[in-house]
């Protein structure tokens, strides 16, 4: 067995090992194995170890990559923060987008979604922690773009997603990602039809999935240290 697979038979237990633990199904949880800084290779081995979902955060990455996997049925998710220029090459390349989190790009998405596509799944980025350095959408401003992407077409809004401050403080990690819940189960009382809450990485998954995750964004404990840093990262500091 490679590393990778070794690797993600160990993420998956404990994904299983958690969820028994709050008495939810192992099923109920997604595993996205984001693989943002690692090459095709790298992505491959995963799949063929059986992991399907993968995860990019930087576009032109994302790109460079893809046709070294063509020949392989992944479904890819674009995670990352979403400048306007790049929506159209998203929109023509991902399945989902968790990372929506103004009017603005949800319409560019819409917009350059082929009709020849299935709906582009949509969740919205919530800035739980307030921090001005993170991408998001206001909770208090949560409801109005929920209200305007819903009834865009060619989008299916599936979800929300927050990525909460890295922190050691179990208990600041857990207001953040019950908040999310929080405004996950508004939006479900209030007639949306969600089912995705995608909330959790390798340092904190075991807190989101007590908390009601239902898709957690690996990368490291799957595929080791990221290279940092890459070209397209550089340049959006830059721009910033």
Same mark, same amino acid.
């Given at each position: 067995?490679?590393?990778?697979?070794?690797?993600?038979?160990?993420?998956?237990? $404990?994904?299983?090992?958690?969820?028994?633990?709050?008495?939810?199904? *192992?099923?109920?949880?997604?595993?996205?194995?984001?693989?943002?800084?690692?090459?095709?290779?790298?992505?491959?081995?995963?799949?063929?170890?059986?992991?399907?979902? /993968?995860?990019?955060?930087?576009?032109?990455?994302?790109?460079?990559?893809?046709?070294?996997?063509?020949?392989?049925?992944?479904?890819?998710? /674009?995670?990352?923060?979403?400048?306007?220029?790049?929506?159209?090459?998203?929109?023509?390349?991902?399945?989902?987008?968790?990372?929506?989190?103004?009017?603005?790009?949800?319409?560019?998405?819409?917009?350059?979604?082929?009709?020849?596509?299935?709906?582009?799944?949509?969740?919205?980025?919530?800035?739980?922690?307030?921090?001005?350095?993170?991408?998001?959408?206001? *909770?208090?401003?949560?409801?109005?773009?929920?209200?305007?992407?819903?009834? &865009?077409?060619?989008?299916?809004?599936?979800?929300?997603?927050?990525? *909460?401050?890295?922190?050691?403080?179990?208990?600041?990690?857990?207001?953040?990602?019950?908040?999310?819940?929080?405004?996950?189960?508004?939006?479900? $009382?209030?007639?949306?039809? &969600?089912?995705?809450?995608?909330?959790?990485?390798?340092?904190?998954?075991?807190?989101?999935?007590?908390?009601?995750?239902?898709?957690?964004?690996?990368?490291?404990?799957? /595929?080791?240290?990221?290279?940092?840093?890459? *070209?397209?990262?550089?340049?959006?500091?830059?721009?910033?």
């Amino acid at each position: 067995m490679t590393t990778i697979a070794s690797s993600l038979q160990a993420v998956n237990a $404990r994904i299983a090992r958690v969820a028994q633990s709050v008495s939810r199904q *192992p099923d109920e949880i997604t595993l996205l194995a984001a693989s943002k800084t690692n090459p095709a290779e790298a992505v491959r081995e995963a799949w063929l170890a059986g992991q399907t979902i /993968f995860g990019e955060n930087y576009l032109q990455e994302a790109l460079a990559k893809m046709p070294a996997l063509a020949d392989l049925p992944i479904e890819w998710h /674009f995670i990352g923060p979403i400048q306007s220029n790049k929506t159209k090459r998203i929109a023509e390349n991902f399945a989902w987008v968790h990372s929506v989190d103004r009017a603005k790009i949800a319409d560019r998405l819409s917009k350059d979604r082929s009709e020849s596509l299935l709906p582009l799944q949509i969740c919205l980025q919530v800035n739980v922690s307030g921090e001005d350095s993170k991408s998001g959408v206001a *909770p208090e401003e949560l409801a109005a773009l929920a209200a305007h992407v819903v009834r &865009l077409p060619r989008l299916k809004f599936r979800g929300l997603m927050a990525v *909460p401050e890295i922190t050691t403080a179990t208990a600041l990690q857990r207001s953040q990602f019950h908040l999310l819940r929080e405004l996950f189960d508004r939006l479900k $009382r209030d007639g949306y039809e &969600l089912d995705t809450l995608s909330m959790g990485m390798s340092e904190d998954m075991d807190i989101a999935i007590a908390e009601g995750a239902t898709l957690v964004r690996v990368g490291t404990a799957i /595929f080791g240290p990221r290279r940092y840093p890459i *070209p397209e990262e550089l340049a959006a500091r830059a721009a910033r």
